[in-house]
């Protein structure tokens, strides 16, 4: 069963398409999760996600943008998908007739 | 970000792979990240790198393995280089009582004492690139915290080793350090180095450099009396263990050769 931040990762990924890549994915966590995200969880994930063969991973062009350095770029697999869709189907049932289930997002007690 | 911050940050990634770096570093420009966050996303990756690195095998038989053997040898070459230059030692103590003319006649020279201390200088030389090479192809991850490691163990064996040729009564520590000194260490230091760095840029020897350094390197510290005095076959074996790094350099070699044939055929 994949982590937390694995499913973050994954779920970024598959959101940002061919535009995935290293400070994407990132920025993308960040902005959904409103965690802090560093780079060496980062990049240490997207090694263990491809390792698991969840992803696929490639160098991608220099831009000036980035000071003339390549991209990461991050593919999710079908491995990938199947192993997300895992995830969020546990974290549905799990949820389900629970407190927060009921109440609006953004709602505190 | 000033080009001072961002030289420091490369100097710093390159502790990192290659792609690791590229993509680390681009993802900082290209996110406007400040010094301090770039410089603490940088030394994380490193860290958590290095983590990664250390749960495989490899390191920890590249580190443990290079030190022991790395510790025995200069153990029993100290022993030999004290032992056979014992009564140069003395001599040179001694020097104002003695007819240089009389030693000349009884064979005690400097002439037969040099020549002998720069053939087992050149051995240690090629027995230390041997230790520098396994370390090196074994440590290619983790080159730098293993190597930093390595190099407070090398420290610390030749602080004591040199600190234990000292005798009070007769004056020998400024005799045997400076040899130890700039005899010893500079063949150790120059053989290790160059076998590491040959060892982290590619983990195969070429074959006939492998063999020749590996062959003589075992042959002739058997020989030589490094290991337990004078050679014996019944520590031949034990031999062969303190002698693993050129067995390693021997090893790669073969397989280098193994590859090489499959491709040309």
Redesign the interface.
């Known amino acids: 069963m994949l982590g937390e931040f694995e499913y973050h990762l994954l779920s970024a990924a598959a959101r940002l398409d061919e535009n995935a890549?290293?400070?994407s994915i990132?920025?993308e966590i960040v902005t959904t999760t409103a965690r802090r995200c560093?780079?060496?969880?980062l990049?240490?994930t997207i090694?263990r996600l491809e390792t698991k063969g969840l992803i696929e991973t490639w160098?991608g062009n220099?831009?000036a943008?980035?000071?003339g350095?390549?991209?990461?770029m991050v593919r999710i697999t079908a491995k990938g998908v199947g192993e997300a869709s895992k995830f969020y189907e546990a974290v549905i049932k799990a949820s389900r007739g629970v407190l927060w289930e009921m109440r609006p997002p953004g709602v505190e007690s | 970000m000033t080009s001072l911050s961002s030289r420091l940050l490369s100097f710093l990634a390159r502790a990192l792979d290659p792609?690791?770096r590229?993509?680390?570093?681009?993802?900082?420009?290209?996110?406007k990240a400040t010094f301090g966050a770039a410089l603490?996303?940088?030394l994380?990756?490193?860290?958590?790198?290095q983590l990664?690195a250390w749960r495989a095998w490899k390191p920890w038989l590249g580190f443990v393995g290079v030190s022991v053997a790395c510790g025995a040898a200069l153990l029993y070459f100290s022993a030999w280089f004290s032992g056979a230059f014992e009564l140069y030692f003395w001599l040179i103590d001694n020097y104002e009582h003695f007819d240089p003319a009389m030693l000349h006649d009884a064979g005690i020279t400097f002439e037969i004492g040099i020549p002998l201390l720069l053939r087992h200088g050149a051995l240690l030389l090629l027995w230390s690139w041997t230790a520098g090479f396994a370390f090196g192809t074994l440590s290619r991850g983790v080159i730098w915290i293993a190597s930093m490691l390595l190099i407070v163990v090398a420290a610390s064996i030749l602080t004591c080793l040199t600190w234990s040729g000292w005798n009070p009564s007769t004056g020998r520590l400024l005799a045997f350090t400076s040899l130890m000194l700039f005899a010893v260490m500079p063949a150790f230091v120059t053989g290790a180095w160059l076998g590491v760095c040959r060892g982290a840029l590619s983990p195969m020897a070429a074959q006939a450099v492998a063999y020749l350094v590996a062959l003589v390197t075992m042959v002739a510290a058997w020989n030589a009396g490094w290991w337990f005095g004078a050679p014996n076959a019944a520590v031949f074996p034990l031999c062969l263990v303190l002698s693993w790094p050129a067995v390693f350099v021997l090893a790669t070699a073969r397989t280098s050769s193994g590859r090489m044939r499959k491709q040309h055929s």
């Open positions: 890549y290293g400070a990132q920025h560093s780079t060496g969880a990049y240490t090694d160098m220099a831009t943008e980035r000071g350095r390549r991209k990461r | 792609d690791d590229e993509a680390a570093l681009g993802d900082l420009v290209e996110s603490h996303s940088v994380g990756l490193i860290v958590r790198r990664q």
